[in-house]
């Protein structure tokens, strides 16, 4: 990790997001030490979709041009945008957007080691 941190503080990154899982309370207080504080509870949900639609929303494969959409929505709900993320998932292949009433309502992004490819949805 250390490397890691050296290798962002090289390249003149602004700063390092880590995501850890709540229940590793030893990794947690490796990575306090390392100066990393935390922040917010983030929800890790796995699991095969219901396969329900809504009225009105469409869930497609985000693109290139729906970065700045995503950055809003972000941006309105955080307070701040993740657009390298979301640029980041586009290409990988496992962002996806909500579309509803003309407009771009949400996203997801799936960065992880157990981020799936989208299988190319009938009709698109």
Known sequence: MQAALDRATERGVPGVRLLQAAYQ?????????????????IACM??????????????????????????????????????????????????????HEGRISGYATDLAFFGMQWARPTGS
């Open 25 to 41: 309370g030893r990794s947690l207080a490796l990575y306090t030490t390392l100066g990393f504080q935390p922040r917010e509870a």
């Open 46 to 99: 796995q699991g095969r979709p219901i396969g329900l639609s809504l009225t009105g929303y469409r869930v497609r494969r985000a693109l290139e041009k729906d970065v700045e959409a995503c950055n809003r929505v972000c941006t309105f709900v955080h307070g701040h945008h993740r657009g390298g993320e979301v640029f980041d998932a586009i290409k990988q292949g496992t962002a996806s957007v909500v579309e």
